[in-house]
């Protein structure tokens, strides 16, 4: 059994600052990818920045040079680091993993519960 715990949503105001945590925890043999993705009300749920177990990052342009992410492999945790925050940036955010269990040769798709992240004055 895997789970993946996000934290640290909430209330900014434009131009602020939020940092996300996603925790991943059971029997976790290795985590080759870790991403954030969002879901707007109305909208698709898309990918907002990713990272793989060789540090690569990848970002949506909307959020380059604004959000960072990072990962702590002794934690099995990914974050989010939001900065300049924009009310188009207000969403559900999501926590996906991509990682193999103990005595399992196949890699697994995981999702957390998601965390609100709102920006408004």
């Known amino acids: 059994q895997v789970q993946l715990v996000e934290s640290g949503g909430g209330l900014a105001q434009p131009g602020g600052s939020l940092r996300l945590s996603c925790a991943a925890s059971g029997s976790i043999f290795s985590i080759n990818y870790m991403g954030w993705y969002r879901q707007a009300p109305g909208k698709q749920r898309e990918l907002v920045a990713a990272?793989?177990?060789?540090?690569?990052?990848n970002y949506a342009d909307s959020v380059k040079g604004r959000f960072t992410i990072s990962r702590d492999n002794a934690k099995n945790t990914v974050y989010l680091s939001m900065n300049s925050l924009k009310p188009e940036d207000t969403a559900v955010y999501y926590c996906?993993?991509?990682?193999?269990?103990?005595?399992?040769?196949?890699?697994?798709?995981?999702w957390g519960q998601g965390t609100q992240v709102t920006v408004s004055s």
């Open positions: 996906k993993a991509v990682l193999a269990t103990m005595g399992s040769p196949y890699d697994g798709q995981y």
């Open positions: 990272i793989t177990s060789s540090n690569n990052t």
